[in-house]
C-alpha cells in the first residue's frame, strides 16, 4: 500500500510540474556565413558555421532548416498554392511555373556536419530534414557546418534579381535558416506565402560581389564604409563584412546604381537611405529622410526605444517587407505613399523584430499591431487629424464578416480560403483587436500596456495569450474573454437598443446582445434640454469597471453574458431625446442601424 501511494504521489507530481511548466525559454543561434556571388550569373557559394544552443528542457534527436529559395520553382508549394487559389497574388500569379533553369531560385547543401562528423539529410520542398548523429542536451551547444549552392531567383515574392524597379538584388532569406523549436516543438512550415519564424541569436557575415555594387541591409558594416569606396581596391571585388547582434535573421540589398543617404536620427541612430539613381523618385527619397526620423521618435515614445544603432530604408522587394535593422520597399511611390510604407515598415522593427511573434500561427499580433500603432503615427507625424485613425480597419473587418467567410484569427496564416480573407483578418481584424481594447479598458491603459508589452517581451517570442496577460495587469481587469471570442473565434458583436417607456420622469431602456461575443457597454443619453448623461454597463465577467474622466458618470449593475436582455432605469426631470450605445464607435459591433433610439 505504501509502494501504490508513493507512486501515486510521483506520478502527481510529475503531472503538476508538466501542467505547471510555464517558466520561459529560448533557443539560440550564432552565425559565421560567407558567400561568393557571381553577379553575371546570379548564383552564389556559401558555407556557414552555425553554434545551436538548447535552451529547451527536451533532448533534440533532429533539426530542420528552411531553404526558402526552393520555392521559385515550377511544382512548388507556393506555385501550387498560388495556382489553385481563387484570388491569387497578383505578385506571383502563374509566374513561378513560367521561370525557366536559369530564373528559378534554389538552395543546395553540399556538405553538413554536427561537430565535425557528416550528417544524413534529405530536401523536402524548401525544408531539410536532418538526423543527428549525436543528439543535443538540454543546456549544451553543437556546431553545424554547411556548404551550398545557391541561384538566386527572378524577383517575384520578397526575394530575388532585377525587379521591376530595377533593383539587382533583393537578398531575404537567402542562406540556410536553422527553425525555431520552442515550447510547441518544431516550426518547420514549408515556404507558401506568409511569413516567418526565426531563431534569436548573432550573425556575422562576408558578401563578396562585384566592387561596383553598394550592399544595405542588416547589421554594422566592419570594413571600410557603406559609400562603395571600396572600389578603390584592387581587384574586381569587394567583400562586405557585417555584425549583427541580437537579430533573428539577415538581409540585404544590392545595387550598381544606389544612391545612399544618411541622417542622424534620434538617440544617435543612423538612418540610412539606399535607392535608385532614377531622377523621377530623387525628390521624393530625400523629403522621407527627416519624417522617418520623427516616425522613430514616435514610436519610441509610445513603444519603446529602438535598441540597434542604425535603421536602413532600403528600395527593393516587391511591396513593402520588414527585416532586421531595416525593410525593403519599392521606390517608385508618390511622397505619400512612400511615407506610409516607411512608417508601416518601421513599426514593424517592434511589432515582429523586437517582439518577434509567430507570424504563421499570430500574424495579427504582426500586421494588425503594426497597423494600429502606424495609423497612429502618421496621424501625428504628418497632422492627419483623424478622430480614429485606424477607421479602415473597422470597415475593412465589417466588410469580412458581411461575406459570411470570415475564419478566425487562430488561423494559420497559410489555411485561409482566400488572400483577401488573410489580409482582412491580419491587418484590419488585429488593427480592430487593440483599438477595441482601447474601449474596453480605456485609451490610457492601452497605451500603458502597449509599452509595458514591449519592456517585458522584447527579444523574445510572444504569444495572444502573453500579451493580453499584460493588458490584465496593466488594467486590473480579466480579459481572457476578450482574447478567446475576438481572436479564437469568429463570434461578432451585436447589441441594440429593443424598447425605450416613459412614465412620469422614469425612463426604461431595455437592450438586447444579438450577438455571442459580450462587451462593456458606453451609452450616451441626450436630453431635450441638449445635456448628455453617459451610463456605463460592465461585463459582469470582466469583473472591472473601465475608467473614465467623466465625472458624473452612472455605472449599473453589470450584465451576465448568459442573459440575452439588460434594462436599466433613466431618472432624470426632464425628457429623454435620444440613446446611443457607443457613441465613439470603437466597439465593433457589426450593426450600427440598432445602436441608436430617437424619441418620437
Known sequence: ???????????FITIATAQNNTSYWQQKVDYKMEIDLDVEAHQYKGTQELTYTNNSPDTIYRVFYHL???????????????????????????????????????????????????LKYKIVGTVLEVSLNTPIPPSSSTVFNMNWDAQVPLQIRRSGRNSS??????????????????????????????????????????????????????????????????KKSKGKTRTWHFNAPDVHDFTWAADNEYIHD?????????????????????????????????????????????????????????????YAMCTLITGERKLNSLIGVTAHEMAHTWFQFLLATNELKHEWMDEGFTSYISGWAMNEVMEENKENPVSNSYRGYNYNVSTGNEQSLSTHADRYLTNQGYGINAYSKGSVFLAQLGYVIGK?????TIKRYYSEWKFKHPTPNDFIRVAEKVSGAEL????????????????????????????????????????PLDIN?????????????????????????????????????ANPNYSFTIEENKKVKSITIDASQLMADINLENNSYTVK
Open 1 to 11: 500500500m505504501k509502494i501504490f501511494i508513493g507512486g501515486v504521489f510521483a506520478l
Open 68 to 118: 526558402y529559395f526552393n520555392a521559385f520553382q515550377p511544382g512548388s508549394d507556393m506555385d501550387v498554392r498560388s495556382l489553385t487559389i481563387s484570388d491569387p497574388d497578383g505578385r506571383v500569379g502563374d509566374r513561378i511555373s513560367k521561370l525557366s533553369p536559369e530564373e528559378i531560385g534554389y538552395i543546395k547543401p553540399t556538405k553538413l556536419t554536427q561537430d565535425g562528423k557528416g
Open 165 to 230: 524597379e530595377g533593383v539587382a538584388y533583393s537578398m531575404t532569406q537567402w542562406y540556410p535558416k536553422l527553425a525555431e523549436y520552442d515550447f510547441e516543438g518544431w516550426h518547420a512550415d514549408s515556404y507558401i506565402g506568409r511569413e516567418f519564424h526565426g531563431v534569436w541569436g548573432d550573425f556575422d557575415v562576408k558578401i563578396k560581389l562585384d566592387k561596383d555594387y553598394i550592399i544595405g541591409g542588416t547589421g554594422y558594416l566592419q570594413n571600410g564604409d557603406k559609400d562603395g569606396l571600396g
Open 262 to 322: 544618411s541622417i542622424e536620427g534620434p538617440n544617435e541612430v543612423t538612418l540610412n537611405f539606399y535607392y535608385k539613381n532614377n531622377p523621377e523618385i530623387l525628390e521624393n527619397w530625400k523629403a522621407l529622410q527627416p519624417i522617418t526620423a520623427d516616425l522613430l521618435t514616435y514610436f519610441n515614445t509610445h513603444i519603446g526605444e529602438y535598441p540597434y544603432k542604425q535603421y536602413s530604408v532600403i528600395q527593393g522587394g516587391d511591396g513593402g517587407m520588414e
Open 444 to 448: 490610457e491603459n492601452l497605451d500603458e
Open 480 to 519: 481572457d474573454w476578450y482574447l478567446m471570442d475576438f481572436a479564437q473565434t469568429t463570434n461578432t458583436i451585436d447589441y441594440g437598443i429593443k424598447n425605450v417607456t416613459t412614465e412620469g420622469n422614469k425612463t426604461t431602456v431595455s437592450l438586447e446582445r444579438i450577438g455571442l461575443m459580450p462587451m
Open 525 to 561: 443619453v441626450t436630453f431635450e434640454d441638449g445635456s448628455v448623461g453617459t451610463y456605463y454597463v460592465p461585463l459582469q465577467m470582466m469583473r472591472k469597471n473601465k475608467p473614465s474622466s467623466i465625472e458624473d458618470r452612472t455605472v449599473l449593475t453589470g450584465w451576465a453574458w
